[in-house]
């Protein structure tokens, strides 16, 4: 079977960056996701944690299919960005489930907004329609998490300030070394 390959000479540089970023960031959410569902599998909110999860899986198997249709190398810190999820998944399960609903808020929020960028570039450059419909439909999945915790009560998690501004800040920090790394 062939691989269909998109990378052509007017490719935009900043794809390289999207979709390595894109790919990592979905391995870090769906191993958020596995993290709370080891310790909160018993809970009546694991069906919704699968669900959010189920999600992730079909993101990073399209960003997995991308990277190889664009030609582009994943992060080089791929099992890192792994680890560190189930670690914060599975950490803020571990302080109750409003706490990781917290999380969950802290992290699609970041993670909508830089979606939501990306479809701007790229619709401001007219470039690459199917990949910014993805990306604005993967967008939406994110807030759609993002609501299911906030009606989950995450926005009472104790220290929930601390706690998302922690999260998200982290959440940057990933995002500029996967941009790169």
Known sequence: ??????????????????????HAGERAA????????????????????????????????????LLNDYEV???AL???????????GA????????????CTIAVEEVIGEHYDKQVTHLNRTNQEAELSQTL???RDDELEHRDIAVDH?????????VLRAVIQMGCRTAIKIAEKI
């Open 153 to 161: 009560d995450g926005r009472q998690a104790p220290a929930y300030p």
């Open 30 to 65: 769906q191993t958020i996701y596995q993290g709370q569902l080891a310790v909160l599998k018993n809970r009546p909110e694991a069906e919704e944690i699968q669900h959010m999860m189920e999600q992730e899986v079909e993101h990073l198997e399209t960003f997995e299919k």
């Open 136 to 138: 604005a439909r993967f």
């Open 78 to 88: 791929d099992p890192v960005w792994g680890a560190a999820g189930f670690l914060l």
């Open 1 to 22: 079977m062939m691989r269909k390959r998109l990378r052509t000479p007017q490719t935009d540089p900043k794809l390289d960056s999207f979709l390595r970023v894109n």
């Open 91 to 102: 950490g803020t399960a571990m302080l109750g489930t409003k706490a990781a609903m917290a």
């Open 73 to 75: 190398r994943p992060s």
